[in-house]
């Protein structure tokens, strides 16, 4: 009877053990669903028209949320995802604390010198450069949270840090006084677009250089809650790295986002959800709408085992997705900055052009600004694809 105990013990443990993420080993659902989101990224951010373009593939005006709004927090989430996984495979490697901290103020510094100058290209107008941008907030999310991550590996510390992000932020921006301006509600609207504490600041910090004049969506103190955003990912790798089953992980990402979308949506109601403000209530709702996405990766790659064709090319932008973003921004400058006459027309950029005369006949301006986008994500994918089949990995 013991021994059969024993033997019965020594054939379960085994399969135990492979539920349990090494340190080594990638998750290709993580990949996946980071390629998916900086493929929309791209889209999102290269319409042929602006003004054309559908409604889900641009950003709410204010107050309320699209797709297109969820893509930013989304490649937030899964980098803080990267941090636990990222740490850890460096950890068995031998890597001491010290330098693990040199590698997150070397990656955070490049990337943020590398927003600034994407900018500024091809044109670098220093007086009026932008400082803030997409690449400059993942730097900072990324420096606070890996430093956090390397202080304490609780989740529940983690988690506590990440709730005092989020009320933090409510507070300020409900409940203290703007100077100037007044208390938000009795003197002022709540999240006025340029009566509140974010846009005050950085019209203080970098005048002249923000992106909407006199505010700007990647504001320094929105960073708060974006950091908050990265440690829900963080808590999310934390989860992923257990020794619980694959379904269980995934039941358990499937219940943390249903929990999100829904404090999400009833936080919302007194903290507008909000993306260029990143509202706690935004948080909460991007976070349960990415984890939803990574449930369904987790669900059909981890366990149904349906990693085939369909994967390729969102592992092709996922395993260099900073890269491919870092392109299409150039390419979009480049675009931008090529100007062009036609025969008695007037002077127009090169992307504008492009636009009028392939796209813009195709259906109606709104499917043609679509045609374009995805023209432009499928350039993109070119040198990705490149990258990929010569195993060459770029770690910014």
């Known amino acids: 009877m013991a021994d059969s105990a024993v033997q019965q013990s020594s054939l379960e443990m085994p399969q135990a053990r492979s539920t349990y993420v090494k340190p080594s080993q990638r998750l290709v659902s993580l990949d996946v669903a980071r390629g998916i989101t900086i493929a929309f990224m791209i889209l999102v951010n290269n319409a042929g028209s602006g003004r054309f373009a559908y409604w889900p593939l641009k950003h709410s005006e204010w107050n309320g949320w699209t797709p297109t709004d969820l893509v930013f927090p989304s490649f937030l989430l899964l980098a803080g995802i990267s941090i636990v996984f990222s740490t850890a495979a460096r950890t068995a490697r031998g890597e001491s604390k010290s330098i693990l901290l040199l590698h997150i103020f070397r990656r955070a510094v490049i990337l943020f010198a590398i ?41 529940a510390t983690l988690a506590g840090i990440t709730v005092a992000c989020l009320l933090g932020y409510w507070i300020l921006m409900r409940w203290v006084p703007v100077p100037g301006y007044g208390l938000p509600v009795r003197d002022i609207p709540l999240l006025d677009k340029n009566m509140n504490w974010v846009a005050f600041v950085d019209r203080h910090i970098f005048p002249g250089r923000l992106y909407e004049k006199v505010r700007d969506p990647e504001g320094l103190l929105s960073t708060i809650p974006a950091i908050g955003t990265t440690l829900l990912g963080v808590l999310t790798g934390i989860w992923l790295r257990t020794a619980r089953s694959f379904s269980s992980k995934a039941g358990g990402l499937l219940a943390a986002s249903v929990t999100g979308i829904a404090l999400g949506s009833l936080w919302g109601v007194w903290f507008p959800i909000n993306k260029k403000l990143w509202t706690s209530s935004f948080v909460l709702l991007a976070g349960g709408c990415t984890l939803l996405l990574l449930a369904i990766c987790h669900l059909l790659i981890e366990i149904k085992k349906r990693d ?38 007037t002077t127009i950029s090169l992307k504008a052009f492009i636009y009028q005369r392939v796209y813009y006949p195709i ?29 060459i990995f770029i770690k910014l």
């Open 363 to 391: 259906v109606n301006p709104s499917f043609g600004s679509l045609m374009y986008s995805l023209s432009f994500v499928l350039i993109c994918f070119v040198p990705a694809a490149l990258l990929y089949k010569k195993k």
């Open 308 to 345: 085939g064709a369909w994967t390729y090319p969102w592992r092709v932008f996922g395993s260099n997705a900073i890269v491919a973003y870092i392109f299409a921004e150039l390419l979009e400058a480049t675009l931008n900055a090529v100007r062009l006459t036609p025969p008695g027309g």
């Open 115 to 155: 927003g600034v100058l994407v900018h500024g290209f091809p044109e670098f107008p220093w007086a009026t450069l932008r400082i803030y941008g997409v690449l400059q907030r993942i730097a900072l999310c990324y420096l606070v949270v890996g430093i956090l991550y390397l202080s304490t590996r609780r989740a």
